[in-house]
Every structure is written in C-alpha cells, then in structure tokens.
C-alpha cells in the first residue's frame, strides 16, 4: 500500500511559476513508476508527465512540453513537478500517482497503469 500526499499549489498570475510535491509513505518508493495528472472542472482526467522508477525516462503532454519539468527523489520518496510559464488553461487539480504494473524503465501515461492516488492539489492560474 502506497500512500501520496501533494502540496504546492495555490493561485499564480499567468507566466508564474509553481512546483508540485508529492510525498509517498512506505520503502518501496523505488519500485514504482510516478505521473502527475490534472482535471479542470468539466473535464476529464489528463495525463501531465510521467517519470520510470529510478528517473532516467520521463514523457510530457504536448500541452506541458518545455515548460514543466518531473524528477523524483528516492531517498525522500518524493516527486516533483515544477510549472513554469503557466497559462489560465493550466488551472485544475492535479493528482500525482503511482504505479508498477510492469517491470523495466517504462514511463505509464494511461490513467489505469497507476495503483494509487493522491488527494490532489488545485492549481490556479489568473489571467
């Protein structure tokens, strides 16, 4: 049993910066492949970025490219996601997740690759 506690967000004018944490409880933090997803109100649950076990892959949403970066920490069991340039569309709650369906270096971008769930955290840009 993983459990995932996000902080970090809050409210940020357009072209502000925030960063995401992700606390995970347990020693197996290692083992499992880590993604943040969003959702804004009426709308479905997306994809944001992925990171593979130990960090060496990560993969973005074309919508996120080149502004938001993931990284992991093992020896504090903690994820990362840091925002920049956001944009009023950013605005959602964002839930980072974990999963070790399989094995290898593979980054999970579906939402049913992932076991467990954070609460989320909401983000809001201002424009």
């Known amino acids: 049993q993983v459990q995932l506690v996000e902080s970090g967000g809050g409210l940020v004018q357009a072209g502000g910066s925030l960063r995401l944490s992700c606390a995970a409880s347990g020693r197996t933090f290692s083992s499992y492949a880590m993604g943040w997803f969003r959702q804004a109100p009426g709308k479905e649950r997306e994809f944001v970025a992925g990171i593979s076990r130990s960090g060496s892959s990560t993969y973005y949403a074309d919508s996120v490219k080149g502004r938001f970066t993931i990284s992991r920490d093992n020896a504090m069991n903690t994820v990362y996601l840091q925002m920049n340039s956001l944009k009023p569309e950013d605005t959602a709650v964002y839930y980072c997740?974990?999963?070790?369906?399989?094995?290898?270096?593979?980054?999970?971008?579906?939402?049913?690759?992932?076991?467990?769930w954070g609460q989320g955290t909401q983000v809001t840009v201002s424009s």
């Open positions: 997740a974990a999963g070790r369906k399989y094995s290898g270096s593979f980054v999970y971008t579906a939402w049913y690759e992932y076991d467990y």
